[in-house]
């Protein structure tokens, strides 16, 4: 009997909860939830802190670039970049969870013909080499866990206007984004970019919860000026 009882105590310990065994990074619900996840990445209020036309803004992407966006997720600011990059461009929309991409796909605000679906791998983005002028990473970056190795696979599949743009979280306590624990320090990006090969070339102040960061390669030729 007290076996039993020791056995039914310990049940949930030894026996994960669905939502434990989907949990993606951070032990949250499974990327694959969609649903879920375009309640809160497509709520209309997000437009106000994220401020997604000032970003494209200072991220100055312009017609007819080819641009990749790592971690698209529901295609928030997907459908901003195949908007932005005109017919003559194209977005490589990278997520390692085929139905996020399906739902980015299926979206019709997504001009879906300018879009190129990858389904990346943990430590790989899978984009073409050489191609690739305008890389964003827009609240994903802390979700990477093998990042030296991903900066490399980034740092050859740019062309040689090539930057890559990360927007993350910043410290400490906010209304909204991860909890404090699994936020990475502005510092600390600069730092593995740094130890990558990458120049730290410009910031944004703009967004009042996330930094924006921009880092190119030294030997590639980036004539744009970054005005915040
Ligand atoms: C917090 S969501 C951000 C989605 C979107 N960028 C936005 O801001 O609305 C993170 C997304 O990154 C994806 N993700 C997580 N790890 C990844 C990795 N290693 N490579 C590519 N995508 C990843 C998840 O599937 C999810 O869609």
Redo the contacts with the bound molecule.
Sequence with gaps: MRRAILVLLLLPVLVPTAAARDA??GGHRS?DDVEH?AKI?DDPSRDEWQKPLGLLNFLGIEPGETVA??????G??TKILSIQVGPQGKVYA????QP?LDHLMGRKDVVAERVVPVL????D?KLPAGAIDAVVV???WH???KRSK?LSRLAQALSPEGRVAVIDWREGELPMGPPPAEKLPRERVIGEFEKAGFKFVAESVMLPYQYTLVFRLPAKKDTRRYTR
């Design positions: 993606a990074p990327w996840w990445f966006e790592i971690g698209a997720g529901t928030y600011f990278v997520d390692i969870s996020m990346g791998a943990a430590d983005p827009l609240n994903t979700h990477i866990g991903y």
